[in-house]
């Protein structure tokens, strides 16, 4: 699978963006997918998980309630809304396809090129 994401870029503190990821290949609809973040001199960073369906989803602590994740199977497309946007979540985002049973880095792979959010505040 590669991974394509887009849709960064620079937000005021408050506001919205929504992040895209499209994959390549046949097998997207098998697989659970996830976003992580690094930002400048952080570790990467898990920010969310969804199943295979969409049906089940999951979140770090920091971005529950302000981010939510969603795929369309159909579109082969991965999403994250991001709402009520704040400077600490100033990072590069990063899709990836789950191939562990964890929520560490290590668990997935196939990871996207990145996508740049900025957060003014």
């Known amino acids: 699978v590669q991974l394509q994401a887009s849709g960064g870029g620079l937000v005021q503190a408050g506001g919205s963006l929504r992040l895209s990821c499209v994959a390549s290949?046949?097998?997207?609809?098998?697989?659970?997918m996830a976003w992580f973040r690094q930002g400048p001199g952080k570790e990467r960073e898990f920010v969310g998980a969804?199943?295979?369906?969409?049906?089940?989803?999951y979140y770090t602590n920091s971005v529950k309630g302000r981010f939510t994740i969603s795929r369309d199977n159909a579109k082969n497309t991965l999403y994250l809304q991001m709402d009520s946007l704040k400077p600490e979540d100033t990072a590069v985002y990063f899709c990836?396809?789950?191939?562990?049973?964890?929520?560490?880095?290590?668990?997935?792979?196939?990871w996207g090129q990145g996508t740049q959010v900025t957060v003014s505040s």
């Open positions: 990836a396809v789950r191939y562990g049973i964890g929520s560490r880095a290590v668990d997935f792979g196939s």
């Open positions: 969804i199943n295979p369906s969409g049906e089940s989803s």
């Open positions: 290949g046949t097998t997207f609809k098998t697989y659970g």
